[in-house]
């Protein structure tokens, strides 16, 4: 089975630019939820999608938007990039019956 | 909310030493998992632990749920060790699909 993916692996973008970054759930998971990680720190929790709907934000901007699909797989979009979005946005998948959260490799974001 | 700390921030082993990295957590947890960051920068699931004692190989953990706290065993460590591990937790109600806090890590180096 395929674990959770991501894309794009790297991206570089400038200063007020919109950025888009896509993650693809262990098949059968309807919960997909994004974190930042900013270096030195743990990650820090964005939103939950289950089910198509949000189910939960964290403590970021509206310039930080998601969106959750029929099939599952998600959208983070964050637009107006500031300098301090750069970091690894890391997605994770979970079900309802197995336990635990499964991450992807993560989308490495610089903002110049 | 919640708070979570890890100690001790920074470990360095040589190889073959034993380890024990704790995960102190203020409040009542539903869901307690152990990661290890690898270089590239994906989370390695470890344990699901929200209590009792689990092994696989030369890990272990035991999370004491009454009296907030979880510990990884790393045995007979080796280079490839090396890396931050994340303790993260999930307040009750958040069933297996909620939001992950995360503790600051605990950074392992293992020299040859």
């Known amino acids: 089975d395929a674990g959770v993916t991501q894309s794009p692996t790297h991206l570089i973008k400038t200063r007020g630019q919109h950025v888009t970054l896509r993650c693809s759930p262990i098949s059968g998971h309807k919960s997909v939820s994004w974190y930042q990680q900013v270096l030195g720190q743990g990650p820090q929790f964005i939103f939950q999608y289950y089910e198509k709907e949000e189910r939960g934000r964290g403590n970021f901007p509206d310039r930080f938007s998601a969106r959750q699909f029929p099939n599952y797989s998600s959208e983070l979009n964050v637009n107006a990039l500031l300098l301090g979005d750069s970091a690894l946005y890391l997605c994770?998948?979970?079900?309802?019956?197995?336990?635990?959260?499964?991450f992807g490799q993560g989308t490495r974001l610089t903002v110049v | 909310g919640i708070q979570v700390e890890q100690s001790p921030p920074d470990l360095i082993l040589q190889e073959g030493a034993n380890s024990t990295l704790r995960c102190n957590f203020s409040?009542?947890?539903?869901?307690l998992q152990w990661f290890h960051q690898n270089p590239w920068g994906q989370l390695i699931n470890l344990f699901y632990?929200?209590?009792g004692t689990k092994q696989n190989g030369r890990l272990s953990a035991t999370t004491v749920a009454t009296e907030r706290y979880s510990l990884l065993y790393i045995s007979s460590s080796q280079t490839t060790d090396s890396g931050v591990y994340f303790c993260a937790v999930m307040r009750p109600g958040s069933g297996n699909t909620g939001k992950l806090i995360f503790g600051q890590g605990t950074t392992l180096q293992v020299k040859p």
């Open positions: 632990i929200p209590s």
């Open positions: 409040d009542s947890v539903n869901n």
């Open positions: 994770a998948s979970s079900s309802t019956t197995v336990s635990g959260a499964f």
